[in-house]
């Protein structure tokens, strides 16, 4: 299996601050990676797929870039809504799998 | 819009084998390039990837679950059933339904999720 490793484990902010969450791959997974966000008690939402392309409807101040190996997600001004927490997924190979996420706190 | 709900128990003991059901809304596995999987979430922890299912009835399985996991799909009852043997306590997770088109790896659908406890 690939690995996904994300760092921090913890981040946090204060509301209007720029973010970046990084999430690293064992090995090559080209631009195959996705970001999701999720609330507590809720189902995750899609962002980010292929590295850099944002799902229709999430708004302009979530950006991705990376490829093979290293990946970044950006938050350019956090909103309140914002702080939750935050996974990377590869879908180079099956099985499609998880970074350990990374919660975004308030500060 | 596209719409997703999981049911099933609640509370199933060990070694006993889970069914999970997942109902769909506006979309159907008749229509190609549409796949509907399965996703876990622990309590506190991560996601895990567990199995799919695409219109073409492909089949694609998590390799470290692959052997306890069986995904079937009842096209013209837009349900799609996954079932896991020998379950265990540390199964104990939110399972959610995900809908995905071929090709795309992601899954843009999610059903709320249904937590199933393993306890004896």
């Known amino acids: 299996d690939i690995q996904m490793t994300q760092s921090p484990s913890t981040l946090s902010a204060f509301v209007g601050d720029r973010v970046t969450i990084t999430c690293r791959a064992s090995q090559t997974i080209t631009t195959w990676l996705a970001w999701y966000q999720q609330k507590p008690g809720k189902a995750p939402k899609l962002l980010i797929y292929k590295a850099s392309n944002l799902e229709s409807g999430v708004p302009s101040r979530f950006s991705g870039s990376g490829s093979g190996t290293e990946f970044t997600l950006t938050i350019s001004s956090l909103q309140p809504d914002d702080f939750a927490t935050y996974y990377c997924?590869?879908?180079?190979?099956?099985?499609?799998?998880f970074g350990q996420g990374t919660k975004l706190e308030i500060k | 819009q596209i719409t997703l709900k999981e049911s099933g128990p609640a509370l199933v003991k060990p070694t006993q084998t889970l069914t999970l059901t997942c109902t769909f809304s506006?979309?159907?596995?008749?229509?190609?390039?549409?796949?509907v999987g399965w996703i876990r979430q622990p309590p506190g922890k991560a996601l895990e990837w567990l199995a799919l299912?695409?219109?073409?009835?492909?089949?694609r399985y998590s390799p470290s679950l692959k052997n306890r996991l069986t995904i079937t799909k009842d096209t013209p009852k837009n349900q799609v059933v996954l079932t896991v043997t020998n379950m265990d306590p540390v199964d104990t997770a939110t399972y959610f339904c995900v809908h995905t088109f071929y090709g795309s790896g992601t899954y843009d659908y999610w059903g709320q999720g249904t937590l199933v406890t393993v306890s004896s």
């Open positions: 997924q590869q879908y180079d190979t099956y099985s499609y799998t």
């Open positions: 506006g979309v159907s596995l008749s229509t190609t390039g549409v796949g």
């Open positions: 299912i695409y219109w073409d009835d492909d089949k």
